[in-house]
């Protein structure tokens, strides 16, 4: 794989999302990936979020753009920063957890490829036949879909945890599994580029991560400010990290970042 040419990427790449990610991971040596979250009513939001991307992008893999962003910034201010993103060799998640009938969430997929975002979070709560043409929708534009499969917060088990009779595994209808064995299956059924596993909820990882042997690659926010521990989620299975305030509120966000990439490279990759 010619790396030169993701230097130059554009939406017009036929290198599918999961494979671009990996690229960049390999040849940045870094699985970090930056949740851009300003506080609310942040002044010049479009130069806060480009200074972070141009100043910290060395050091990654992806940037996540969440409502903090997409919300009050317009289609064109999301395009130009998706455009410096790229130039600084990065892949970009819309982190919108999109959770909708088919076609409300193929609508979703145009608009925000064509801002130029790369890859895309889905609720599989939305079942997995919407789950399966809602990834294979988002193929077709060269766009990867990340499913949530166990969050991050205190109350993910309310939800995540519930255990459910699955009416498409073929086992006896007695049979109980969570909500988040469930979602990982289908996940697994219907290709996704990647799931989201809470790096704070080591057992549910670990399980995960055993039953999946590296198959979809596992993305991991949770660390640092929600309590988990980068080392731990890494040794429990997360492939990505997930990381926002502790380095965007940090007093030195490229210093934070640049030690938290040298602690990972150092203690796993070397
Ligand atoms: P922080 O490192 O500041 O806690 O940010 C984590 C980011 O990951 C936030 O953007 C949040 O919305 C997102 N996230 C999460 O924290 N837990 C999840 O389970 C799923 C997420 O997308």
């Known amino acids: 794989m010619n790396v030169i040419h993701l230097l130059n990427y554009n939406m017009s790449t036929p290198i ?10 390999k040849d940045k040596q870094s699985n970090l990936i930056l949740a851009i979250d300003p506080k609310y009513g942040e002044s010049n939001l ?28 317009s289609f ?6 998706n455009l410096a993103a790229h130039r600084e060799r990065l892949q970009i998640m819309a ?27 889905v609720n599989p709560f939305i079942g997995k036949t919407n789950l399966e043409s ?53 996940s697994k059924i219907c290709k996704v580029d990647g799931i989201v596993v809470g790096g704070n909820k080591l057992d ?17 926010p949770g660390i640092i400010t929600q309590g988990g521990n980068i080392e731990s989620a890494l040794e429990c299975g997360s492939d990505y990290l997930i990381i926002g305030r502790a380095i965007i509120n940090s007093s030195d966000p490229l210093m934070e970042l640049q030690n938290i990439n040298k602690f990972i490279n150092h203690r796993f990759y070397k």
């Open 16 to 25: 599918p999302y999961s494979e671009r990610i990996d690229i960049l991971r």
């Open 46 to 73: 479009f130069g806060y979020v480009f200074n972070l991307i141009t100043k910290l992008g060395k050091y990654l893999c992806a940037i996540k753009l969440n409502f903090h962003v997409i919300l009050p910034l």
């Open 76 to 81: 064109t201010e999301l395009q130009r920063l």
């Open 95 to 121: 982190d919108i957890k999109l959770n909708d009938i088919p076609n409300t969430n193929n609508v979703t997929i145009q608009y925000l490829h064509s801002m130029g975002f790369d890859s895309i979070i």
């Open 134 to 186: 809602t990834v294979n929708f988002a193929h077709s534009l060269n766009c990867g879909i990340i499913a949530l499969v166990y969050m991050s917060h205190s109350g993910a088990s309310e939800g995540f945890g519930v255990s459910v009779v699955n009416p498409l595994l073929d086992t006896p209808s007695n049979t109980q599994s969570q909500f988040y064995n469930v979602f990982y299956e289908n």
């Open 204 to 220: 549910v990882l670990k399980e995960l991560a055993s039953k999946n042997k590296k198959n979809i690659p596992i993305y991991s």
